[in-house]
């Protein structure tokens, strides 16, 4: 069941959005060859102490990070460690934080230095599959609307989008429904409506949409070894268009 949020709970919600968000983007600049995924979960946890929250993720069925940092064909859930960044990876940092009862969740793939044209191509891709999904959240579409805008700009570009994984509703519990497919047809699904809060987090990979998890029983990779991308912003339905909750001049 679908939970609407009255004003009030949305204002609490971007409060908390605001704070994830600022977070990514302060480990997105931090982001170089050398520094590991633990340093990283490290920065993320120092601000997020000093900020008053808490990790969404830690403990979450049994997660045993803070954050989730993926690398190349990591798609989601990477459990931060020793692993160092070399020039040319690609690094997906996922975000989520409590803050007054209520969740705040963003994504973003950053490159670490140079990267080849393949992982430009993208990077580029995953954040315009985002940015497509966002502008059809109005009360004229349905949720099928979103999920086929993804779909239908990562095919368009050669690559394919993750169906192991989806987007969620968003509130006091950070799955909530509906869930939101990165793929889909257009005109099906829910109408959208005020109140709806859900995370739009497109994972386009560079080959085939089939993924695996390692033996840590967490992280996602691509069946195929090839690398993935992975975007995510929380977003609200208005009377008669949306609010990105997650919203930040680095990011956006």
Same mark, same amino acid.
């Given at each position: ?165 989806? &987007?969620?509703? $968003?509130?006091?519990?950070?799955? @909530?429904?509906?869930? =939101?497919?990165?793929? +889909? #047809? /257009? ?20 080959? &085939?949409?089939? $993924?695996?998890?390692?033996?840590? @029983?967490?992280?996602? =990779?691509?069946?195929? +070894? #090839? /690398? ?25």
């Amino acid at each position: 069941m679908i939970i609407y949020k009255s004003d009030r709970e949305i204002a609490k919600l971007a409060a908390a959005g605001r704070i994830a968000a600022e977070i990514l983007d302060a480990l997105r600049r931090l982001v170089a060859p050398g520094v590991t995924t633990k340093d990283l979960e490290h920065e993320a946890l120092r601000l997020m102490d000093e900020r008053g929250v808490v990790s969404a993720f830690k403990g979450y069925r049994g997660y045993p990070g803070s954050i989730c940092a993926s690398v190349n064909e990591e798609v989601v859930h990477g459990i931060p460690g020793p692993r160092k960044l070399v020039e040319g990876d690609i690094i997906s940092l996922d975000v989520g934080i409590r803050h007054e009862g209520f969740i705040g969740d963003t994504a973003w793939t950053v490159p670490v230095g140079e990267v080849d044209e393949l992982k430009r191509r993208l990077l580029e891709t995953g954040r315009r599959c985002l940015e497509a999904a966002i502008a059809v959240v109005d009360p004229r579409h349905r949720l099928g609307d979103v999920s086929h805008a993804v779909q239908a700009t990562a095919e368009a570009d050669g690559f394919s989008v993750v169906r192991a994984f989806v &987007g969620h509703g $968003v509130g006091r519990e950070m799955h @909530e429904e509906p869930q =939101v497919r990165n793929y +889909g #047809r /257009p005109g099906s699904g829910p109408p959208l409506a005020r109140g709806m809060v859900f995370a739009i987090e497109p994972m386009v990979n560079a080959g &085939g949409d089939e $993924v695996r998890v390692l033996d840590d @029983e967490w992280t996602a =990779v691509t069946a195929d +070894g #090839r /690398p993935s991308v992975h975007f995510e912003h929380t977003v609200a339905v208005t009377r008669d268009g949306h609010e990105v909750l997650t919203a930040c001049p680095k990011t956006m």
